[in-house]
């Protein structure tokens, strides 16, 4: 398996941060926003943390697009790889005439940042950090997809993003995600057991095409406690 004809590298790109709008204010803010952080952190250190998770991470981003797809009953074919994506993912790609996979990763030294604050029984601290890695991750892939169409030139509509892992998809189909593209540029491995390494990275799909219709997420049906949608 590999990647195919029909696969077309959108974009691989080393990612400054202030330049998709992770700044140290949106961080400060989506920190203070979190209950009760502000009651136990003083302005001070929260930006002192904010610095210190900027001058950790090392963002990155791989997008590529397969122009064809097709969404059956409880599956996703893809380049003749079929995926159990089942009825809830799918209901998010009725209507796609592509899908767009995508990879990003913030790098492994966060990782590296929160384990000596856990053990340095700093919890809120490595709370915190934990908190704005999980969340900057998404919003590389948020600046990205919403600017699909003006990026890349394509005047259609953008589908919800899915994941292996939710909604019923079985984690281990990371594994035939990762298969679809040879040669990944972006730092990202895949252990046997489908866990990403750096942790603090995503990767998933989503679907195109001028008759998409985009939907909202059906969490109030989903039994995944720990969610990241659940969360934003």
């Given at each position: 398996?590999?990647?195919g004809k029909d ?122 950090i934990d908190y ?101």
């Amino acid at each position: 398996m590999g990647s195919g004809k029909d696969n077309t590298l959108l974009t691989y790109q080393k990612v400054i941060p202030s330049e998709i709008g992770i700044t140290p204010t949106k961080l400060f803010l989506l920190a203070k926003a979190q209950a009760g952080i502000s009651e136990i952190l003083a302005d001070e250190q929260i930006e002192s943390l904010v610095d210190v998770f900027l001058n950790s991470i090392s963002p990155e981003v791989e997008l590529h697009r397969y122009k064809s797809c097709k969404v059956i009953k409880g599956e996703l074919i893809l380049n003749s790889i079929r995926f159990g994506t089942g009825n809830i993912i799918n209901s998010h790609l009725q209507g796609a005439e592509g899908i767009v996979l995508f990879f990003a990763t913030i790098g492994g030294k966060i990782s590296q940042e929160i384990n000596r604050l856990q053990l340095s029984n700093e919890q809120v601290e490595a709370f915190l950090i934990d908190y704005l890695a999980s969340e900057s991750v998404e919003l590389i892939i948020d600046y990205f997809q919403n600017k699909f169409a003006t990026i890349f030139g394509m005047q259609v509509i953008s589908g919800n993003r899915v994941s292996p892992g939710y909604c019923g998809w079985d984690v281990s189909e990371q594994q035939k995600l990762f298969s679809l593209v040879n040669d990944m540029r972006i730092g990202i491995k895949l252990t046997e057991s489908s866990l990403m390494i750096p942790i603090k990275s995503i990767s998933g799909l989503w679907g195109f095409g001028e008759k998409l219709k985009k939907k909202e997420y059906n969490c109030n049906k989903c039994e995944e406690a720990m969610c990241y949608k659940k969360f934003r």
